[in-house]
């Protein structure tokens, strides 16, 4: 059997046509997950107000009469994910001087790393060089096994923000780690949200993070080194893909460490802000 071989000029056409088809862009939409009095929901959000969802997220689903204010709730991260991955490398400003990888680097992160918009990333134990990485992250909307890239794209079922939170010595350090398991999966090093965002042409998107106030990243998802739909189709080629699985999709330009006390914020445009504290574990 001949290895099939991928680099970042083939993927495209290896994976699908050479364009994806024309089609009219639909509505945005902003989702949220959220808790009030003890129970979880998710809700259409329109400004200040939400209202409340029933039926399949991924599936058919209707908007009940049931509205609440965004200011009596607690936002969760947008969806319960099945599984997490995440690209390393996929921004040129990221990687400096360093050869771009031949096709998307993938990896783990563990559900448990997930953490709500608002709640703090919790340095933990141990820990001396944990990093900040603002990211734009696709949540899958239906089942996707060996997808060309008109099929990754369809299946992409909204965006949202998310902080690939690292810690750096463990990662890469001279007594890094064999994998990745606590660098990338500690619990809190995964934040999501703050909507799960539908319609908006996320090839595009400006991402900008800040650490105290402070802007440390920013950068356009055009300049991803491999798009979200050659991702997903990828992807997929090895490993099926269901409706909540997310992808974190690569974080751009120099990454810092956090201290407790600080507070990093992951912006992209047309989503909102995720903003987080950070605290010693």
């Given at each position: 059997?001949?290895?099939?071989?991928?680099?970042?000029?083939?993927?495209?056409?290896?994976?699908?046509?050479?364009?994806?088809?024309a089609q009219t862009p639909p509505a945005?939409?902003?989702?949220?997950?959220?808790?009030?009095?003890?129970?979880i929901s998710y809700a259409v959000q329109e400004g200040e107000d939400l209202r409340v969802?029933?039926?399949?997220?991924?599936g058919a689903y209707r908007v009940s009469s049931t509205r609440r204010k965004l200011s009596e709730v607690?936002?969760?991260?947008?969806?319960?994910?099945?599984?997490?991955?995440?690209?390393?490398?996929?921004?040129?400003?990221?990687?400096?001087?360093?050869?771009?990888?031949?096709q998307p680097e993938i990896f783990y992160k563990p559900i448990t790393c997930l953490q709500n918009p608002g709640d703090p990333i919790r340095i933990p134990p141990g820990a001396g060089n944990v990093h900040y990485e603002g990211e734009l992250v696709?949540?899958?909307g239906k089942t996707l096994s060996k997808a060309n890239r008109q099929q990754a794209a369809e299946g992409i079922f909204g965006v949202t923000c998310g902080n690939d939170v690292s810690e750096r010595e463990w990662q890469n350090g001279p007594n890094k780690d064999l994998q990745w398991w606590r660098a990338?999966?500690?619990?809190?090093?995964?934040?999501?949200?703050?909507?799960?965002?539908?319609?908006?042409?996320?090839?595009?998107?400006?991402?900008?993070?800040?650490?105290?106030?402070?802007?440390?990243?920013?950068?356009?998802?055009?300049?991803?080194?491999?798009?979200?739909?050659?991702?997903?189709?990828?992807?997929?080629?090895?490993?099926t893909l269901h409706p909540g699985d997310v992808i974190f999709t690569g974080t751009p330009g120099t990454t810092g460490k956090l201290s407790p006390g600080d507070v990093v914020e992951v912006?992209?445009?047309?989503?909102?802000?995720?903003r987080n504290p950070v605290v010693a574990g």
């Open positions: 059997m001949t290895r099939r071989s991928f680099t970042a000029q083939s993927l495209s056409a290896a994976f699908a046509p050479a364009a994806l088809s945005v939409t902003r989702l949220v997950r959220f808790s009030y009095r003890g129970q969802i029933q039926g399949d997220l991924f607690k936002l969760l991260y947008p969806v319960q994910p099945p599984k997490i991955l995440a690209v390393g490398q996929n921004y040129q400003s990221h990687l400096g001087g360093r050869k771009p990888p031949a696709v949540v899958i990338k999966g500690a619990d809190t090093f995964g934040p999501m949200g703050p909507a799960l965002v539908r319609g908006l042409d996320y090839s595009k998107l400006q991402l900008e993070t800040r650490l105290n106030g402070k802007t440390v990243q920013k950068q356009s998802t055009a300049d991803l080194l491999f798009d979200c739909p050659t991702i997903v189709s990828f992807v997929s080629q090895y490993v912006e992209i445009e047309g989503i909102g802000v995720l």
